[in-house]
């Protein structure tokens, strides 16, 4: 039997009837165009529009998910090419790397990266057969040929990509210089930035200190002060919104909120600024400032985005050889009820302002997120983030959010990725996947054809626009 590489019913449901269901409603958004209002790419990429170098460079060595699973069976980092901290020597044969890749692609079968990278080696490149060994140099040559060419630089794959709009994500102290680059150009509107002032609000960044002097310099605020640090963010908030940004982003280890009265917060900002925190008053800090960030959110309108609950960088050697986003982050239980209530309390029951929730701690689904969002007017839920971005995530993610918070306090999809050639791939399966969801809801009576109809394209499109005020 010859299969195809991608079968064209790819996580629609087994039964007949069912999935005959599912691809009608999938052939109304497959076409849609994207929006990614939140991820990782590079917005050098966009702005001067070189070529990728090749197959390996652009396909492997920047993405954690691959090489986390391939360090997993014992495959040294350093072969893989991925750059160590102290610039010590690593593989920088890329054919090389791609054939390591190669002899041990078949680990992600049954994994959401198979599902991704199929799909760029058939619909992005159009090779056919399936990647192994066998099939490694033809790949490599073919991938690294057309990266060369025209159809294949970073603005071109974004109209061909059909990618409406995306947004990158950069630190509070980001000098912004590729936004600045396509400023007032049409690329401004499609390519848009985040403030993700984690760098400048987390006192156990090691780049803390610095980071809060540097803010000063930018802003000419004195961040010495509780009131000149408030004001330096501010400032940037407002130059962040000059390059597109709608929305901020915040990636704490938990979703902890405070809400402290002034004098408590000058003098736990002065301990903070002293170069020894201790965890209690790390953790403090960063929960009033999620309060204070959705109060400049109320102010200036910017949808505020909680990325809570990944403990980074649990492997100590490979954080002090290779540095962050190493694939040593792992989910850890989050507890938003409790979390969130001192921000509830103070602004919770603000229509204006638009707090989207994520969470890598799936039993909070059903027990805290949905009950929150099916409430409070403020909150939103984020789509399936990181290990949960998976066809059985965004399964589990429908059944146990859907009945409580409905569909409409949901936000459509992120990818949240910095492989860019993934976006695609990633879109297309969240929309099978909620397309099979609606379809289930359909054949089981619970919902009418006519209602998928429509929530199709709302989940697949309209919600991302509206969500993040696009
Ligand atoms: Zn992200």
Same mark, same amino acid.
């Given at each position: 039997?010859?299969?195809?590489?991608?079968?064209?019913? !790819?996580?629609?449901?087994?039964? $007949?009837?069912? !999935?005959?269901?599912?691809?009608?409603?999938?052939?109304?958004?497959?076409?849609?165009?994207?929006?990614?209002?939140?991820?990782?790419?590079?917005?050098?990429?966009?702005?001067?529009?070189?070529?990728?170098?090749?197959?390996?460079?652009?396909?492997?060595? $920047?993405?954690?998910?691959?090489? !986390?699973?391939?360090?997993?069976? %014992?495959?040294?980092?350093?072969?893989?090419?991925? $750059?160590?901290?102290?610039?010590? $020597?690593?593989?920088? *044969?890329?054919?090389?790397?791609?054939? &390591?890749?190669?002899?041990?692609?078949?680990?992600?079968? %049954?994994?959401?990266?198979?599902?991704?990278?199929?799909?760029?080696?058939?619909?992005?490149?159009?090779?056919?057969?399936?990647?192994?060994?066998?099939?490694?140099?033809?790949?490599?040559?073919?991938?690294?040929?057309?990266?060369?060419?025209?159809?294949?630089?970073?603005?071109?794959?974004?109209?061909?990509?059909?990618?409406?709009?995306?947004?990158?994500?950069?630190?509070?102290?980001?000098?912004?210089?590729?936004?600045?680059?396509?400023?007032?150009?049409?690329?401004?509107?499609?390519?848009?930035?985040?403030?993700?002032?984690?760098?400048?609000?987390?006192?156990?960044?090691?780049?803390? #200190?610095?980071?809060?002097?540097?803010?000063?310099?930018?802003?000419?605020?004195?961040?010495?002060?509780?009131? =000149?640090?408030? +004001?330096?963010?501010?400032?940037?908030?407002?130059?962040?919104?000059?390059?597109?940004?709608? +929305?901020?982003?915040?990636?704490?280890?938990?979703? +902890?909120?405070? *809400?402290? %009265?002034?004098?408590?917060?000058?003098?736990?900002? =002065?301990?903070?600024?002293? =170069?020894?925190?201790?965890?209690?008053?790390?953790?403090?800090?960063?929960?009033?400032?999620?309060?204070?960030?959705?109060?400049?959110?109320?102010?200036?309108?910017?949808?505020?985005?909680?990325?809570?609950?990944?403990?980074?960088?649990?492997?100590?050697?490979?954080?002090?050889?290779?540095?962050?986003?190493? %694939?040593?982050?792992?989910?850890?239980?989050?507890?938003?009820?409790?979390? &969130?209530?001192?921000?509830?309390?103070?602004?919770?029951?603000?229509?204006? &302002?638009?707090?989207?929730?994520?969470?890598?701690?799936?039993?909070?689904?059903?027990?805290?997120?949905?009950?929150?969002?099916?409430?409070?007017?403020?909150?939103?839920?984020?789509?399936?983030?990181?290990?949960?971005?998976?066809?059985?995530?965004?399964? #589990?993610?429908?059944?146990?959010?859907?009945?409580?918070? =409905?569909?409409?306090?949901?936000?459509?999809?992120?990818?949240?990725?910095?492989?860019?050639?993934?976006?695609?791939?990633?879109?297309?399966?969240?929309?099978?996947?909620?397309?099979?969801?609606?379809?289930?809801?359909?054949?089981?009576? #619970?919902?009418?054809?006519?209602?998928?109809?429509?929530?199709?394209?709302?989940?697949?499109?309209? &919600?991302?626009?509206?969500?993040?005020?696009?």
């Amino acid at each position: 039997m010859t299969e195809k590489l991608l079968d064209p019913d !790819r996580l629609f449901p087994a039964d $007949p009837s069912t !999935r005959e269901i599912a691809r009608s409603l999938y052939d109304i958004v497959r076409h849609l165009p994207i929006i990614s209002p939140h991820g990782h790419t590079d917005p050098g990429w966009f702005a001067t529009n070189a070529c990728f170098k090749d197959a390996a460079s652009l396909l492997l060595i $920047p993405d954690h998910y691959l090489f !986390r699973m391939l360090y997993s069976h %014992g495959i040294a980092m350093e072969s893989l090419g991925v $750059p160590r901290v102290d610039g010590g $020597p690593v593989e920088t *044969d890329t054919r090389k790397i791609w054939h &390591l890749f190669a002899a041990h692609y078949y680990l992600f079968r %049954g994994t959401p990266s198979a599902l991704w990278m199929d799909h760029v080696f058939h619909e992005v490149f159009g090779l056919d057969e399936a990647f192994s060994p066998a099939t490694a140099d033809a790949f490599y040559d073919h991938i690294t040929a057309e990266l060369q060419t025209d159809a294949y630089r970073p603005r071109a794959l974004l109209d061909r990509f059909n990618i409406e709009l995306i947004a990158t994500t950069e630190g509070a102290v980001d000098e912004l210089p590729h936004h600045r680059a396509i400023a007032g150009t049409e690329w401004a509107r499609r390519v848009i930035t985040t403030f993700r002032p984690d760098d400048a609000v987390d006192p156990e960044r090691e780049d803390f #200190r610095a980071n809060v002097a540097r803010l000063g310099e930018m802003t000419g605020e004195d961040t010495g002060s509780w009131s =000149g640090y408030l +004001a330096a963010l501010r400032a940037r908030r407002a130059t962040y919104r000059e390059f597109g940004a709608t +929305a901020t982003d915040h990636g704490h280890p938990t979703a +902890a909120t405070a *809400d402290l %009265g002034r004098a408590e917060c000058e003098t736990l900002f =002065g301990r903070c600024l002293s =170069g020894t925190v201790s965890p209690a008053d790390a953790e403090l800090f960063r929960a009033q400032m999620l309060t204070e960030m959705a109060g400049m959110s109320l102010e200036d309108g910017m949808v505020m985005q909680i990325h809570a609950g990944a403990r980074r960088n649990t492997n100590a050697e490979v954080f002090s050889r290779f540095g962050r986003d190493k %694939g040593a982050d792992v989910p850890s239980a989050t507890n938003f009820l409790d979390g &969130l209530q001192a921000l509830l309390n103070r602004y919770g029951n603000e229509p204006a &302002l638009r707090i989207i929730l994520f969470t890598l701690d799936e039993t909070t689904y059903a027990r805290e997120l949905a009950p929150l969002a099916g409430h409070y007017p403020c909150l939103k839920l984020g789509p399936p983030w990181w290990f949960h971005d998976s066809p059985e995530g965004m399964l #589990r993610y429908r059944q146990q959010t859907t009945e409580t918070a =409905g569909f409409y306090n949901t936000v459509g999809f992120n990818d949240d990725t910095r492989a860019f050639l993934s976006i695609p791939a990633r879109h297309d399966v969240a929309r099978r996947m909620d397309c099979r969801f609606l379809a289930t809801l359909v054949a089981e009576g #619970r919902l009418r054809f006519a209602e998928a109809e429509e929530l199709a394209p709302d989940l697949a499109y309209h &919600l991302a626009k509206r969500g993040y005020n696009l």
